[in-house]
């Protein structure tokens, strides 16, 4: 049975940063791609990272150059670094393998 489960999310001030964590268990994790969507209130989830098994990235035009995904294979895990948070990246963000499995979400607020 697939698992993903995220953390990491939490209130943050403008500028500041976090990093999301997923880890993923019930499956051969390295041969997928792996990533983050986002969704906030009233708005489409959108895709907002994501990294192949050899480890290519793409982003969502929004957060290139503050983003950065990465994943540890032998860990199963991927992450999401966060910098100069925006408050318009507040947002429920979720982990995904494989476009197929997806983890229970966790908040992330950008506020003063």
């Known amino acids: 049975q697939v698992q993903l489960v995220e953390s990491g999310g939490g209130l943050v001030q403008p500028g500041g940063s976090l990093r999301l964590s997923c880890a993923a268990s019930g499956g051969i994790f390295s041969i997928y791609a792996m990533g983050w969507y986002r969704q906030a209130p009233g708005k489409q989830r959108e895709l907002v990272a994501a990294?192949?098994?050899?480890?290519?990235?793409n982003y969502l035009e929004s957060v290139k150059g503050r983003f950065t995904v990465s994943r540890d294979n032998a860990k199963n895990t991927v992450y999401l670094q966060m910098n100069s948070l925006k408050p318009e990246d507040t947002a429920v963000y979720y982990c995904?393998?494989?476009?197929?499995?997806w983890g229970q979400g966790t908040q992330v607020t950008v506020s003063s």
């Open positions: 995904f393998a494989d476009f197929n499995y």
């Open positions: 990294i192949t098994s050899g480890g290519s990235a």
